[in-house]
């Protein structure tokens, strides 16, 4: 089963701990700082679509890709209640392609860590980099390596009124991934419990390997941080965040392959 093709109807109440408020008000900090003015925003695996939804409400024109269509489902949905709802599109991240530049693109959330390749999470970035205004800003976050070899061989819950999960992980130090297999149990309308499974697989992108990738695409001003902070990150952060952007004059796009 892919990833999400279950756990989508469960994510936002599973989830209910991840700050959106918080994070969405650090990303428009960050967007009052621009070098350009931000408009138009890009949200790179939008999931449920919690943070497109609060930028839309903040007056952002906002394009959502995900790869999941359970997930878009779900973020859709949410949008009905947003006057001007964000643009939802099924895309993975390597094949991005948008009718039009934007000011400004962000992914939150550890998608980004959901590209296990480096030739994927390379195609990404010159992706952003082709589909970004001259000046515009790419915002990221990312689990760390710290984090997810902490992860190596254990056990996590979550659970809801109607929904109960097990989450176990494991580390491969080999293959710089994590893997959480999933077991979500939900609570039907005849009160039995139904069972899925799933299988999700991170990979650990060292703060080198991310500044490389992205210097590769074009970006300048690359500055890594702690979570929602402007701090050099400690030894034991669990997440980073990752700030560059588009040169405003004088180099050219790498320009993605195939596109």
């Known amino acids: 089963m892919s990833s999400y093709a279950a756990l989508a109807a469960s994510y936002d109440g599973l989830m209910a701990d991840g700050v959106y408020l918080r994070r969405a008000a650090y990303l428009e900090r960050l967007f009052r700082r621009s070098a350009i003015p931000v408009r138009t925003v890009l949200d790179l695996g939008c999931g449920t679509g919690t943070i497109a939804c609060l930028l839309s409400q903040r007056g952002y024109r906002v394009t959502a890709t995900d790869l999941s269509e359970e997930m878009l489902t779900q973020a859709a949905e949410k949008a009905m209640a947003c006057k001007e709802p964000p643009l939802f599109v099924l895309q993975s991240m390597p094949r991005l392609h948008l009718p039009e530049p934007v000011d400004a ?126 701090r050099a990150p400690k030894d034991t952060e669990d997440r980073w965040i990752v700030r560059c952007r588009r040169p405003k004059e004088g180099k050219n796009s790498p320009g993605p392959a195939g596109a």
């Open 105 to 230: 693109a962000i992914s939150t959330l550890d998608s980004l860590n959901y590209l296990t390749r480096e030739r994927d999470i390379r195609e990404t970035f010159r992706r952003v980099f082709r589909f970004l205004k001259p000046g515009g800003s790419f915002i990221f976050d990312v689990n760390t390596p710290y984090k997810l070899r902490r992860m190596d061989c254990q056990l996590y819950t979550d659970e809801t009124e109607e929904s109960y999960c097990v989450w176990r992980t494991f580390f491969s130090e080999k293959q710089k991934i994590c893997t959480y297999q999933v077991d979500l149990f939900r609570l039907r309308p005849d009160g039995a419990w139904e069972r899925d499974y799933e299988e999700h697989r991170e990979r650990a992108w060292s703060a080198a390997e991310l500044t490389e990738l992205l210097s590769a695409a074009g970006f300048e001003r690359i500055r890594i941080t702690g979570d929602l902070s402007e």
